[in-house]
């Protein structure tokens, strides 16, 4: 420009020093503010790619199956576009600013998740465990009822058994009809074999018993192995989390 201006202005040297003065001056305010310009455009245009740029990780944070790796995927996906795309002396600030904040956010929307799912399956966990102790609870007075019920059962068989003997005895010693005699040998058998058949029904009741007294505490071992799963799976994507 001042090549230009010496080769078209006319007049002595120090006129047009004093033009010259003038000019650059006058190129070097357009040039601040052409510059200013500039600088303020391309930080709109950072702006608003970070502002588009951030519904998409708030979405990735809080859409269903989020995790931890899809918001980083998000976040770095969106930041190659910046840095290839963005320009300006804030540039890299923003990107900073919005890593910063975006990152922070996410995580603790991530954390919050987790931690409700943890109390939830807490929550299931204690139910599940209510349910097996009463199940237990009833089991056992079942064996204990059925216990008895066997051993009542058995008493009366050996009273039975005792006084088909006496009788036996007793019509023996008596003079009476044979026929009366197997008459009642045949009723005392009959109630032996009636009592012998229900001691034996209360020995299957008090085995299906047990084998249901079993297969509890089985469950009960099982619910103890995914409770102690299901508390390792959380600390791994607590540690996950407290690492990034």
């Known amino acids: 420009a001042r090549d230009h201006f010496h080769a078209a202005a006319v007049g002595s040297g120090a006129a047009k020093g004093e033009h010259v003065s003038a000019l650059e001056a006058r190129i070097r305010e357009h040039f601040r503010q052409f510059h200013a310009r500039k600088v303020a455009e391309a930080e709109l245009a950072c702006q608003k790619m970070l502002r588009d740029a951030g519904k998409d990780v708030s979405a990735a944070a809080k859409g269903e199956g989020a995790t931890l790796s899809k918001l980083l995927d998000?976040?770095?996906?969106?930041?190659?576009?910046?840095?290839?795309?963005?320009?300006?002396?804030?540039?890299?600030?923003?990107?900073?600013?919005?890593?910063?904040?975006?990152?922070?956010?996410?995580?603790?929307?991530?954390?919050?998740?987790?931690?409700?799912?943890?109390?939830?399956?807490?929550?299931?966990?204690?139910?599940?465990?209510?349910?097996?102790?009463?199940?237990?609870?009833?089991?056992?007075?079942?064996?204990?009822?059925?216990?008895?019920?066997?051993?009542?059962?058995?008493?009366?068989?050996?009273?039975?058994?005792?006084?088909?003997?006496?009788?036996?005895?007793?019509?023996?010693?008596?003079?009476?009809?044979?026929q009366q005699l197997r008459n009642d040998n045949m009723k005392l058998e009959q109630g032996k074999l009636a009592l012998e058949h229900e001691v034996t029904l209360v020995q299957e009741r008090s085995e299906r018993v047990e084998a249901d007294y079993r297969g509890l505490q089985a469950q009960r071992a099982e619910i103890s192995r995914e409770r102690a799963e299901l508390i390792l799976e959380l600390s791994k994507r607590k540690a996950e989390v407290e690492e990034a």
Not at 84 to 113: I, N, Q, S, W, Y
Not at 115 to 139: D, S
């Open 74 to 178: 998000a976040l770095d996906g969106h930041m190659v576009r910046y840095e290839k795309e963005a320009a300006g002396p804030t540039k890299h600030k923003l990107m900073v600013d919005f890593v910063r904040e975006h990152l922070a956010d996410g995580c603790e929307v991530l954390m919050e998740r987790v931690l409700a799912k943890a109390k939830e399956v807490a929550t299931q966990a204690k139910m599940h465990q209510e349910r097996y102790e009463l199940k237990v609870e009833t089991a056992e007075k079942m064996m204990e009822h059925w216990k008895a019920q066997h051993a009542s059962a058995k008493g009366q068989v050996t009273q039975l058994t005792e006084q088909l003997h006496a009788v036996k005895v007793d019509n023996g010693q008596k003079d009476v009809t044979l």
